[in-house]
């Protein structure tokens, strides 16, 4: 199981798009404040929770999503490289994938496109899975009800690469 902290305030409503968009991969559970919701059957693959500040994470096998670079001025995950941070722009840990527009983020925006936008991977990186990404351009399959904003949709692109289901060429949404 992979376990995906959100980080920040405003995570609610990107949140229940990374929850869709990892169903497609596996059974989710989204755990926000006292309420539990199920995404998809089948086997629980995924765990999405959502923090104000970063709890102590014990799992080896987790992603922590960082809304904003003010989230990341609030958590040191410098000395746990088990953890895959996805962070808008800077790095802020030793195993960092960061999403924006620069040709410095991990992973951007190479087309929008639609029916199918595509990101590209512009930097290898270690996924939850122990598995490396490598530079690659990716067709995101969705419909553009899912996301509002093109940054919106790279978010839940690094998250769902961050868990290594960026396999074949595409991401699933």
Known sequence: ?????????????????????????????HITDKTFTFHSTGKLCFSVSHW????????PNCVVFLKSSEDAKKIDCTENSDIVIVSPDLPVGLNCITYG????????????????????????FICADGTTAEISEITVETSPD???????????????AACGL???????I
């Open 1 to 29: 199981m992979v376990n995906i902290f959100l980080i920040g305030d405003d995570c609610g409503g990107v949140g229940l798009k990374i929850c869709r968009a990892l169903s497609n991969y596996g059974g989710v559970i």
């Open 52 to 59: 104000k500040t970063l709890p102590k994470i014990f799992s």
């Open 101 to 124: 527009f620069s040709e410095k983020c991990s992973i951007s925006l190479s087309s929008t496109e639609t029916p199918c936008p595509c990101v590209s991977i512009q930097h290898p």
């Open 146 to 160: 899912i996301w509002e904003s093109s940054y919106e949709l790279l978010e839940v692109c690094a998250v769902v």
């Open 166 to 172: 960026c396999k074949g060429g595409i991401i699933q």
